[in-house]
């Protein structure tokens, strides 16, 4: 006798069981898609079965009360189906053209954005900041706003050479996808945490203190139950203070913000590329950062302006060559750049085994 299927906790489940069952129906056999408005786009099955997108802004944290709302508007115009894309933006897929007029009014009257489809900014993929996370150099949630704030129209309406991809990662760690994004903000520290000797006898496990360290900067320091760390090793990348709270990489004074420039994930036209190194370092300058954001406006237009049409920005980049980039963006080219070791951990210094 068979068994009745057991629900299990084991593993995500499967996600064929989410999808709309025009996307089931279509799976792999869609012609295409058109953008309609800047918020609104349309695919097309080779059956000639369609299905409706509009995309919303969302604040990425999220409250249960806009939760509920958006499943609700889901359930009365989409059947039920809505998908949170990577970064973040809120997506209601229709089934029904009837139902799109009426959603997107339902929308505008309880004050969502409508946007972020085609050549515009989508939604800002970010990180924590410093109320959720033990390690933040800055604020994630705060600089984002400050960003969709001012950015508001290249969100709804104006439109750039391609797409544009943004991201905010409050560290190193970059739980945000800063390393393949057109523009990004990574926060980064810049002194060498100090060691409590005292505490560190106490609450940490020295090995794995040890361990921890990417550049082998920490040795132990058997004399003070401790350790010290070799400050010429450091590229205060916090990984230590991770496992051991006495370490504690935080700084007000040494903690800020780095630009960099010209990721991006897809391998349209030219390969998927990492970002670089535009801009070393901005002060944290809460709660509207108004140099970073007068920062990375300059670069989105003079992308706007300066690029054919098409090109992502990394594509941009390399096309007028790096040099370039520095005199029609006038930043200023620094030390930091010839080697951003310390900022974005792709170069051959971030190997342990590097001799120094
Ligand atoms: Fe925490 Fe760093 Fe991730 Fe920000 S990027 S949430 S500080 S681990
Ligand atoms: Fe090592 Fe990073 Fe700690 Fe510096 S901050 S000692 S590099 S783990």
């Excluded at 409706?52 to 802004?57: C, F, N, Q």
């Excluded at 302006?305 to 005199?327: L, P, Y």
Aim: charged share 25%; hydrophobic share 35%.
């Amino acid at each position: 006798m068979a068994l009745p299927k057991r629900q299990t906790d084991i593993g995500p489940p499967h996600f064929n069981q989410f999808l709309p069952p025009v996307i089931q129906k279509n799976y792999g056999k869609w012609k295409g898609h058109d953008v309609l408005t800047p918020g609104l786009m349309v695919h097309t099955g080779e059956s000639g079965d369609k299905i409706w997108t509009v995309r919303v802004a969302s604040p990425r944290i999220l409250s249960t009360e806009t939760i509920y709302e958006m499943c609700d508007l889901a359930d009365k115009y989409c059947g039920g189906y809505i998908r949170f894309t990577s970064r973040n933006n809120v997506e209601f897929l229709v089934s029904e053209e009837k139902n799109v007029e009426p959603l997107q009014k339902d929308l505008k009257a309880k004050k969502y954005t409508i946007g972020g489809i085609g050549p515009r900014i989508s939604n800002v993929v970010h990180t924590q900041g410093w109320v959720h996370c033990h390690g933040a150099a800055t604020d994630a949630s705060g600089l984002t706003k400050a960003m969709m704030d001012e950015f508001y129209d290249y969100f709804t309406t104006k439109e750039l050479p391609n797409k544009v991809r943004l991201a905010v990662a409050c560290c190193v760690n970059m739980c945000g996808a800063v390393h393949c994004s057109d523009i990004a903000l990574v926060a980064v520290h810049t002194k060498v945490p100090p060691v409590d000797d005292e505490r560190v006898g106490k609450i940490c496990e020295i090995p794995t203190v040890i361990a921890s360290c990417p550049t082998s900067a920490i040795r132990p320091n058997p004399a003070k139950k401790s350790i010290t760390i070799n400050e010429e090793k450091c590229m205060y990348c916090g990984n230590c203070f991770t496992v051991c709270p006495a370490i504690d990489i935080k700084n007000p004074e040494g903690d800020g913000v780095a630009i960099v420039v010209g990721g991006k994930v897809g391998s349209l036209r030219s390969d998927p590329k990492f970002s670089k190194l535009a801009a070393a370092f901005y002060y944290n300058e809460p709660p509207r950062w108004p140099k970073v954001v007068a920062a990375v406006k300059n670069i989105l237009e003079v992308y706007a302006k300066d690029a054919k049409k098409h090109e992502r920005v990394g594509e941009w980049i390399d096309r007028i060559g790096w040099e370039a980039f520095f005199k029609k963006t006038g930043m200023e080219f620094t030390f930091q750049h010839i080697d951003d070791f310390t900022f974005m951990r792709d170069t051959m210094r971030t190997s342990a085994a590097f001799k120094w």
